[in-house]
């Protein structure tokens, strides 16, 4: 199952960069506090050394007498220093500190370690921790015990004030990551927009070309791209709009011509004939009108349109009915859209002998969406078929009459006006018998 929040490229770079930035700093936070604690154990290697040094060295030079009392004043820096009896002379008992501080002395003192493996000469405040107790001898015999505490532990990182920070720092992260992914977005999701809006209106104006060189190399794909389309859409409907107009004449002479056949049953069949080219040539023009975009897009109430188109096909004698919720508009070409659902009617009235108008809007999910139902009394199509006949030229029956098998031109045009509308057409057999057309569109709110 995946993130829905993974499921954009925007999430994901933001999740990326929050993600990345979170463990960089994480990791230096992490060497920091390493290089802290490294830091501090250098500094009671070196700063006690030297201490240390300072305290012997004072302590031998002063009279014997005067040797506790300057203890007494001294300050401790890390150090407790009392006498000791004897110094242990086993060599094995240095520990590198202990040469350390012996090398610092010289030869004139005498420095051995009493804490290895022993660390119960700790006292209790440095339990637990690395502390060295140094034998040292003076030159005068005396024996000294130092005590050389471990540096007083920082804080803990996790303190309320650290916590705050840190909310800070990871807020201020967050909101990095939000800016830059936003920016980095913000061009692709222009670019997809256009590219969706391309497919509702191919004469819309070309995008502008900005941002970085990839974002302004798309741009410009995606404008060659609708240059050449426009250029084929064109080219394709002036042809066939140019050949059905062009049939026209030579139809209408025919049809002239004909009148004056004498035998009536060859005039009749050839009037049929020319009457059904025409009718070819008639759906052929309004083919390639419905593959003209230039028509405006305006504001379109469904309602008014569908049941001016039911009374137009009642008035011419068909049985057509009308249901639907008020308010429900579109954003759409009027002309189009008239020829479409006027073609979705006249096949219902055809094949099925009645039609069923229902305008209704989605619910809950398909909100944004608003639904027209045609629906016949019709033997409805094969199933296999049902995607088929959406195709230009495809009939079910083979004669080419009108009153029949068609010019298979009349699925097509709608089919081809409800993409140009960003909508989408379903066929479906119903369950009693019959024949229902979905047509989905997007729905315009105010």
Excluded at 78 to 88: D, F, I
Excluded at 239 to 266: C, F, N
Aim: glycine fraction near 8%.
């Amino acid at each position: 199952m995946s993130i829905p929040v993974l499921s954009s490229m925007w999430g994901r770079v933001f999740s990326l960069l929050l993600l990345g930035v979170v463990l960089s700093a994480g990791l230096t936070g992490w060497l920091a506090f390493g290089e802290r604690e490294k830091t501090l154990t250098q500094f009671r290697e070196n700063h006690a050394i030297d201490r240390i040094e300072q305290l012997v060295r004072a302590l031998d030079v002063l009279p014997a007498d005067n040797r506790a009392q300057f203890l007494a004043t001294a300050p401790k820096l890390g150090l407790e220093v009392t006498p000791l009896p004897l110094v242990a002379g086993n060599s094995n008992a240095h520990s590198d500190y202990a040469r350390a501080v012996s090398q610092r002395l010289g030869k004139r003192f005498r420095v051995v370690s009493l804490s290895d493996n022993d660390h119960m000469l700790c006292p209790p405040s440095a339990e637990g921790k690395n502390c060295e107790v140094l034998g040292i001898s003076l030159h005068d015999g005396t024996n000294l015990r130092m005590t050389v505490l471990p540096p007083r532990s920082p804080l803990p990182p996790f303190r309320q004030d650290f916590m705050q920070i840190l909310m800070l720092l990871l807020v201020c992260i967050g909101v990095l990551a939000y800016l830059i992914a936003k920016m980095t977005m913000r061009p692709l999701q222009h670019l997809a927009q256009s590219a969706a809006e391309l497919g509702l209106d191919i004469n819309r104006p070309p995008v502008k070309e900005q941002g970085s060189i990839e974002i302004r190399q798309a741009t410009h794909a995606l404008n060659a791209m609708q240059a050449r389309i426009r250029q084929h859409i064109s080219q394709r409907t002036n042809m066939l709009a140019a050949i059905t107009h062009d049939l026209q004449t030579p139809v209408t002479r025919l049809r002239l011509r004909l009148e004056k056949v004498q035998d009536t049953e060859l005039r009749e069949k050839l009037i049929g004939d020319l009457s059904a080219m025409q009718m070819m040539i008639r759906e052929g023009l309004d083919l390639a009108r419905s593959m003209d975009s230039s028509e405006p897009v305006v504001q379109v109430d469904l309602e008014s349109l569908l049941h001016s188109i039911c009374e137009d096909a009642h008035d011419a004698g068909q049985t057509v009915r009308f249901e639907g919720q008020s308010g429900l508009q579109v954003m759409g070409r009027p002309q189009a859209l008239r020829r479409c659902l006027t073609n979705l009617v006249d096949n219902a009235v055809k094949y099925g002998q009645s039609a069923f108008v229902r305008l209704k809007a989605g619910e809950q999910a398909e909100a944004h969406l608003v639904h027209i139902y045609v629906r016949d009394q019709g033997p409805g199509i094969p199933t296999e078929y049902l995607q088929q006949v959406l195709e230009p030229f495809f009939r079910l029956e083979s004669s080419r009459s009108r009153d029949s098998g068609g010019t298979g031109l009349g699925l097509t045009i709608a089919q081809n006006i409800t993409q140009q509308h960003g909508g989408q057409l379903r066929l479906k057999n119903l369950e009693g018998g019959g024949l229902e057309v979905r047509l989905t569109l997007p729905r315009h709110t105010v």
